[in-house]
């Protein structure tokens, strides 16, 4: 049974920084990952992606401002989030990819296990 553990959200003011982690299990090391954004009212949208090989790919609301990274040894992914917006807000979510070779990192309908979710708040 393949199980995402999110943590780290929180609360913060603009500009800051917070570092949110996935803890996997079911062997991740092969696999493509994600973090996915959920605003209040809005559809998940993916902000970021990881190969395993660690290749990354961003969304350009995030782009220069987020890293996502992985480390196979401990199982885990995290995202570290900089110079935060209010349009941040919302639910933060770990994902895994059916597979890394079709689809789209985009599409939420290309990950086959989620997280809980994390919440993220940013105030102004």
């Known amino acids: 049974q393949v199980q995402l553990v999110e943590s780290g959200g929180g609360s913060v003011q603009t500009g800051g920084s917070l570092r949110l982690s996935c803890a996997t299990s079911?062997?991740?090391?092969?696999?493509?990952m994600a973090w996915f954004h959920q605003a209040p009212g809005k559809e998940r949208e993916a902000v970021a992606h990881?190969?395993?090989?660690?290749?990354?790919t961003y969304a350009d609301s995030v782009k220069g401002r987020f890293t996502i990274s992985r480390d196979n040894a401990k199982s885990t992914v995290s995202l570290q989030m900089n110079g935060l917006k209010p349009e941040d807000t919302g639910m933060y979510y770990c994902?895994?990819?059916?597979?890394?070779?079709?689809?789209?990192?985009?599409?939420?309908?290309?990950?086959?296990?989620w997280g809980q979710g994390t919440q993220v708040t940013v105030s102004s």
């Open positions: 990881i190969s395993p090989a660690g290749y990354t």
């Open positions: 994902a895994r990819r059916y597979t890394c070779y079709s689809g789209s990192w985009r599409s939420s309908s290309d990950y086959k296990f």
């Open positions: 079911g062997s991740p090391a092969s696999t493509c």
